[in-house]
């Protein structure tokens, strides 16, 4: 990953406007959407020129034929790893969930089958669960063509084969050892899979070890999605653990 630039005050709110924008329309953002939008405290011609020195800074590129800006992967892992906020669940979503796996809670194919479901409905993306048995459960596949990134024929069909393939995603989840982490880009190996996104926490009991994760374009909802996957995660360890 190139060394991030030293940002102003300044540029580093609006990178983060830009970003948040992104990922919440996946759409080039301008400098007027900025100005109406956000309360960033300066005019939209000095946003137009902290733009300039952003793209500059290889943190902003233009697409295509584009007025406005979206984020390179250096400035997304400068995001996920220094500007974002999760969000903390509420007690009734944090029930909501849990009910969707309490009654497989004795039965680990079944608990993890069911975690692995109740991720991708409550993230409304592909959720993947892989073990060190070997196992490799997912749920939630048409979830992806929600978002324009998958409209491109090869990157779906090169994310989508790799839920045939076991061995891709547990050398991803040996080559990294924190038991939570974001992967973005190149972090995804030799996959064509340079605008992909995975978020994932591992799990490790008598019975069973492995990790849960979503997979999605790179501007997942990191701040809405990060909450959910690590709660799974916790109960996997909590009913898994005490049996």
Sequence with gaps: MDQMPALSDRQTHILKAIIEEYIATAEPVGSETLDKKY???????????????????KLLHQPHTSAGRAPTPVAMRYYVDHLMKTKDMSVAEEVAVKDK????RQ?????????????????????????????LYYSGTSHILDSPEFFD???????LGTLDEFDYWWKLLEAH???FAI?????LGG????????IYTKFATPHVSGAIGVVGPSRLNYPAIIPVVR?????????AGSW
């Design 39 to 57: 309360s960033l405290g300066v005019s939209p011609a000095t946003i137009r020129n902290e733009m300039v020195r952003l793209t500059d800074l």
């Design 191 to 198: 996959k064509n899979l340079s605008q992909c996104g995975f």
């Design 153 to 159: 024929y090869e990157l779906t069909h090169d994310l």
């Design 231 to 239: 709660y799974l995660g916790g109960l996997i360890d909590e009913f």
């Design 107 to 135: 039965e680990i194919d079944k608990l993890l089958r069911e975690a692995t479901k109740a991720l991708a409905e409550r993230t409304k993306s592909l959720a993947i669960t892989a073990t060190q048995d070997g196992d």
């Design 183 to 187: 992967l973005l880009g190149e972090d």
């Design 177 to 179: 050892n924190d038991p």
């Design 101 to 104: 796996v309490w009654e497989y």
